[in-house]
């Protein structure tokens, strides 16, 4: 897309282009993945309140696989907590 083309209606919307699965993980849906915007789309979807829900996921699956201890977790969680009120 350039500049002068208007963004989707879906554009940064978490719930559209990075919906939890029936696994329970989030996947972007195959129209997301043929789409020239996918990479900015995400970033500003992950860069808005609901992506910090999002890493605080993937940290409670990081900590529950044995890949991040007790303290950093802690640690990490808390500073997620820290962005979640500063940006509300």
Not at 9 to 30: A, M, N, T, Y
Not at 59 to 72: E, I, Q, T
Request: aromatic share 6%.
């Amino acid at each position: 897309m350039t500049n002068q083309e208007p963004q989707p209606d879906c554009f940064g919307v978490l719930e559209i282009v990075f919906p939890k699965g029936e696994d329970g993980l989030r996947h972007s849906p195959g129209t997301c993945l043929d789409c020239g915007e996918k990479t900015n789309c995400l970033r500003a979807a992950l860069s808005h309140h609901q992506g910090i829900e999002v890493k605080s996921e993937m940290l409670d699956r990081a900590y529950h696989s044995g890949l991040v201890g007790f303290w950093k977790r802690w640690s990490m969680k808390k500073n997620l907590e820290n962005k979640k009120l500063r940006s509300s």
